[in-house]
């Protein structure tokens, strides 16, 4: 079946510095990725849709300078927290919508911690 | 606005069956689904419903009514490691999830 690799599963910077994550889909072409971010106990929050070769589109709230989202390749997004702040730290989660199928996959999710 | 709501928690009993619902309004609508995620963890698949009515899959169904923009999903002869938070999300042109239900279930 279809594979999204994230990584790194887990991460901790300082305050101030910037993180990428990156989200490769293995065994299929991802024209769309969804990124989200989930805080504890509660649900997944779609923050952009990422687009093969054109800007992302973020959701009303999500700072677009911050949050840099690239999507290079049709097989490769990658999620870049600037300037990282505590009130960042989160779960943070790719999802991919193969092509051939009507289905979602998502990636591992990546923990964020700053201190 | 989107407005995908679910129950907050629920609690069952092992052997048990037990409904969780989910109540949606979004613009456009083109599939629903129910994703089962453990803490620290993706979600995985349960179920997806286009059309109205009723799909089995062993131990769990889902249903759908789009004219009351209403699922649920039913959990059957319930266990331990079904204890979880079940998330409904709604497919528009984008997947939009519900606010989420934490199952807690007892022996």
């Known amino acids: 079946g279809a594979v999204v690799s994230q990584h790194p599963s887990r991460v901790i910077c300082k305050s101030g510095t910037s993180v990428k994550i990156e989200c490769r889909s293995l065994?299929?072409?991802?024209?769309?990725m969804f990124w989200y971010r989930q805080f504890p106990k509660q649900s997944l929050m779609l923050m952009a849709t990422s687009n093969e070769g054109s800007k992302a589109t973020y959701e009303q709230g999500v700072e677009k300078d911050k949050f840099l989202i690239n999507h290079a390749s049709l097989t490769l997004s990658t999620l870049t927290v600037t300037s990282a702040h505590p009130e960042d730290s989160s779960f943070y989660i790719c999802s991919a919508r193969d092509s051939a199928d009507y289905g979602y996959t998502f990636g591992s999710g990546t923990r964020l911690t700053v201190v | 606005g989107q407005n995908i709501d679910q129950p907050t928690e629920m609690t069952a009993t092992e052997g048990a069956i037990v409904q969780i619902n989910c109540t949606y309004q979004?613009?456009?609508?083109?599939?629903l689904f129910w994703y089962q995620q453990h803490a620290g963890e993706a979600p995985t698949f349960l179920s997806y419903?286009?059309?109205?009515g009723l799909e089995e899959k062993g131990r769990f169904s889902s249903f759908l009514s789009r004219s009351k923009g209403y699922s649920y999903l039913l959990l059957k002869e319930l266990q331990m490691k079904d204890s979880a938070s079940y998330l409904c999300a709604v497919r528009t042109d984008k997947l939009i999830f519900g606010t989420g239900t934490r199952l807690q279930v007892f022996p």
């Open positions: 419903n286009v059309l109205d």
């Open positions: 065994d299929f072409q991802a024209t769309t």
């Open positions: 979004t613009s456009g609508f083109n599939g």
